[in-house]
């Protein structure tokens, strides 16, 4: 038992994406070290996992000395000496020390490294690769959704929709999805270059470009006139989807979007009317953290034509999902690990979505590393689907990198889901 039992666990402040600090953890056993770093989002949802920061002036009040304090000390001080391959016992042990609803005495970021880093030690310690140790069996690759346009907190422009984002559906395989998305991407660059002026390719957190488009519509025009510029076809080939961050142009009843004052029958509208002039596959956050009443008023109206994901609606918060279904509100779960604070609890909502006949999308933060973590979760889950940005940025493209590994080590076995991935029910081979 001794080669399987925790001896040492540590931690770290590093730098994220954004260069604000995060917390890298490190768990030990006799013969393995396995480290992992936490994100950290942007446009937050009121209902996430507490990020744990000292406040003050050094890094402008966003260090995380005292998340790293509580990993080397009351954390540590529970995990030393149990069974690193046991990961829902060693996610309790930290939910039940913390003791809160929102990980606000430890720290999300903190549980979040060491929830990640001791997956990565047990599968080491199993001599298996971390998607084989948190889904045996697991073969099926991701539809990557790239976000190519930054809108919203993820740039300095007008547009309010936060992502804009392809889906290379028509590929074989993943490699063939990655090389599909790059084209497209180059082929933006050029357009908004041509059209918007050589400040138009600046880049957003996510890899995006940040050009001075005014509203959705002229943005996904642009978009499509790039999947035709790099040879494939639009809803076809290669389809779209929307991170909108509602919350983030929603104040007192109203959503300010494209020029428009909007209430909530009225962003359904909006959607609706995207959906049937666009070839959209997937709306994420379309409306407000709290409108569960207003969500379920589009799936009732739209479910059966478009995937309805909820991001800061449901915070990856089994409570929420729960409530969500019951409600008949979306039909994808948007699952992000430092939402919730510990892989066990992430798990959790995702198998609650699957059985609901929900999909589930692995996403991201803005605020990235080059941690590759959710590369291995999204194949563990086989939801099909994953969300790490457009193909450019270090920490976003160790991600995609990580899963050609994967897809490579499969074989013959790899799955590649193509358009299944957005059936209106969780895909499985």
Known sequence: ??????????????????????????????????????????????????????????????????????????????????????????????????????????????????????????????????????????????VPMLNIINGGKHAGSDLKIQEFMIAPTGAR???????????VYHSLKGILKKNYGK???????????????DSAPEALEVISSAIESAGYVPGKDVLMALDAAASEFFSNGIYTVDGKELDPAGIVDYYDDLVDTFPLVSLEDPV???????????TNRMGNKVQLVGDD???????????????????????????IGTLT????AANLSFAAGYNVVVSHRSGETEDTTIADIVVA?????????????????????RLIRIEEALGSRAVYPGKDAFTMKPYRP
């Open 345 to 348: 609890e992430a798990f959790e």
């Open 199 to 213: 400040g138009a390719i600046n880049v957003g957190d996510e890899g995006g470009f940040a050009p001075p488009l």
């Open 1 to 142: 038992m001794g080669d399987i039992e925790i001896t040492k666990v540590w931690a770290r402040q590093v730098l994220d994406s954004r260069g604000n600090p995060t917390v890298e953890a490190e768990v030990f056993t006799k013969d393995v070290i396995a480290r992992a770093i936490a994100p950290s989002g942007a446009s937050t949802g009121t209902y996430e996992a507490l990020e744990l920061r000292d406040g003050g002036s050094t890094f402008m009040g966003k260090a995380v000395e005292k998340a790293v304090a509580n990993v080397k000390g009351p954390i540590a001080s529970i995990l030393v000496g149990m069974d690193v391959t046991d990961q829902e016992s060693l996610d309790r042990a930290m939910i039940e020390l913390d003791g809160t609803p929102n990980k606000s005495k430890l720290g999300g970021n903190a549980m979040t490294a060491v929830s990640m880093a001791c997956a990565h030690a047990g599968a080491s310690v199993k001599g298996v690769e971390l998607h084989e140790h948190l889904g045996p069996g697991s073969r099926v690759l991701p």
């Open 173 to 183: 395989n993943f490699r063939e999805a990655m090389r599909m998305a790059a084209e």
């Open 313 to 339: 609606l449901f915070v990856t918060n089994p409570q929420r999902v729960k409530k969500a279904i019951s409600l008949g509100a979306g039909n994808a779960l948007l699952l992000k690990v430092n939402q």
């Open 288 to 298: 407000e953290e709290e409108a569960f009443d207003t969500m379920t008023d589009m």
């Open 381 to 401: 889950l086989q939801s099909g689907q994953l969300k790490t940005g457009a193909p450019a940025r270090g920490e976003r493209t160790a991600k995609y990198n």
